[in-house]
C-alpha cells in the first residue's frame, strides 16, 4: 500500500513563489508515474501536472504553463510542484497522486493513489 504526504503549503501573496512536496511511504513509487491536481472552492479537481517515472517527460495544463515545474527526487521518493508568479486563481487544495504505470497521464481516473492535500491560498 502507498501512502502519499504533501507539505508546504501555505498563504503567499500574489506575484510570489511557493513549493510543496509530496513524499510517498510504504510501497514505493520510484517506478510510478506522479500527478499533482487541484481543487478550488466550489470547483471540480482538476489535474496540474504529471511526471513519468524518470522525470524526464512532463506534463502541464495550460492554465499553468511557463509558471509551474514538477519534478522528482526518486531517491527520497518525494515529487515537487514549484508554483511561481502565482495568481489569486491558482488558490486551492493541492494534492499528488500515484499511478501504477512508468507513463504520465493527466486523467485523474488514472491515478490509485491520492494524498490528503495541502492548501495554497494567494492574497492580492
Known amino acids: 500500500q502507498v501512502q502519499l504526504g504533501e507539505s508546504g503549503g501555505g498563504l503567499v501573496q500574489a506575484g510570489g513563489s511557493r513549493r510543496v512536496s509530496c513524499a510517498a511511504s510504504?510501497?514505493?513509487?520510484?517506478?510510478?508515474?506522479r500527478g499533482w491536481f487541484r481543487q478550488a472552492p466550489g470547483k471540480e479537481r482538476e489535474s496540474v501536472a504529471a511526471?513519468?517515472?524518470?522525470?524526464?517527460?512532463?506534463y502541464y495544463a495550460d492554465s499553468v504553463k511557463g509558471r509551474f515545474t514538477i519534478s522528482r527526487d526518486n531517491a527520497k521518493d518525494t515529487v515537487y510542484l514549484q508554483m511561481n508568479s502565482l495568481k489569486v486563481e491558482d488558490t486551492a487544495v493541492y494534492s499528488c497522486?500515484?499511478?501504477?504505470?512508468?507513463?504520465?497521464?493527466?486523467?485523474?481516473?488514472?491515478?490509485?493513489?491520492w494524498g490528503q492535500g495541502t492548501q495554497v491560498t494567494v492574497s492580492s
Open positions: 497522486a500515484a499511478r501504477l504505470h512508468t507513463i504520465a497521464q493527466m486523467r485523474e481516473s488514472d491515478y490509485s493513489y
Open positions: 510504504g510501497r514505493t513509487c520510484s517506478d510510478y508515474a
Open positions: 511526471i513519468n517515472w524518470s522525470g524526464l517527460i512532463t
